[in-house]
């Protein structure tokens, strides 16, 4: 069996589980040997090449931002408050009558989830190929916008690569509060010793915090299971956080674009030396099937 059948079998019987994820990670003490592990097997899920759809509206500048940014090589990272999911990187809960009994456990009142979600910006992605219909209906207007690909390995995209992670789908939000109960424990521990000893630092070896940010953020509710998602994730606090290169593979037209972007979008592909598609319905079988029929520049 090919090394690539037996990644996509172990994948198909061993879901993406970032929640048997944390509590790996809360179990063994070395934490940063763990996560390496854990980041590995994350990677086992990543495909060759991911989609993302883009709507083009009457928003002209908007749109011009979007045309500008793929001829720029990049990508746009939003703040999970512009989402369509209210629960977008909201996807945990924690009993705050637990935490408070600790001495620092008043830091996760019930501003803790929305600044948490904050921190970051996030970009979508697709694993679905271009003959998903609800995916071209709900993020390209109707099929009027386009779609683009990208290629996963390091060598073409060395920035997208390492940063995206498959999206987990759920039943129901992840109970947190033992993760940070230990957290709380080990930084009250290590406080009343940085006391004794007249220190003002307390060095923490426990970082629960960012395993939480990091894979939590890629936990959805089960009904958006239909988008097979990937997504990449930029703190706020580094620079540029709303842009990440990512080398465009191909373009796709959607069958109801306008003429004016068609001819803005195969520009931009003569520009980039990438090739581009326009979608049409393939109306001579028996399946529901859009086609990308090439478009030769």
């Known amino acids: 069996m090919q090394l690539n059948e037996e990644r996509e079998k ?3 019987e061993n879901p993406i589980d970032y929640i048997k994820m944390l509590d790996i990670l809360n179990q063994f003490p070395n934490q940063h040997e763990t996560w390496k592990l854990i980041y590995r097997t994350a990677k086992l899920y990543i495909p060759e090449r991911v989609y993302k759809y883009y709507s083009l509206t009457p928003d002209n500048h908007l749109n011009t931002v979007k045309f500008n940014t793929l001829e ?19 996807s945990f809960y924690y009993d ?10 008043n830091w996760f009142d019930d501003d803790f989830i929305e600044e948490n979600a904050n921190r970051a910006r996030i970009a979508s992605f697709s694993k679905s190929g271009v003959n998903n219909f609800p995916m071209w209906a709900h993020y390209s ?3 009027q916008g386009f779609c683009v690909s990208y290629l996963t390995d390091n060598n073409h995209n060395n920035e997208l690569s390492p940063s995206i992670f498959p999206v987990q789908y759920i039943e129901g939000r992840i109970n947190i509060t033992p993760y940070l109960e230990k957290f709380l424990k080990q930084l009250e521990n290590q406080y009343n010793k940085a006391i004794k000893r007249n220190q003002n630092e307390i060095l923490l070896s426990d970082f629960m915090l960012v395993w939480i940010n990091i894979l939590t953020c890629n936990i959805k509710e089960k009904h958006w299971e239909y988008e097979q998602e990937f ?12 842009f ?6 191909a373009i796709y037209i959607g069958y109801k674009c306008k003429a004016e972007y068609k001819i803005k979008l195969v520009n931009i592909a003569f520009n980039l030396d990438i090739p581009i598609y326009e979608m049409k319905l393939n109306t001579v079988t028996e399946k529901f099937e859009l086609v990308p029929k090439r478009i030769y520049l």
């Open 96 to 105: 705050f009558d637990v935490l408070k009994k600790y001495k620092f456990g």
């Open 231 to 242: 997504r990449v994730m930029k703190p706020v606090n580094v620079p540029r956080p709303e």
């Open 141 to 143: 207007n109707n099929h």
């Open 244 to 249: 990440m290169k990512a080398n465009p593979e």
């Open 10 to 12: 172990y994948c198909r």
């Open 72 to 90: 720029n090589k990049e990508v746009y990272l939003s703040h999970s408050n512009d989402f369509n999911d209210p629960f977008d990187n909201r």
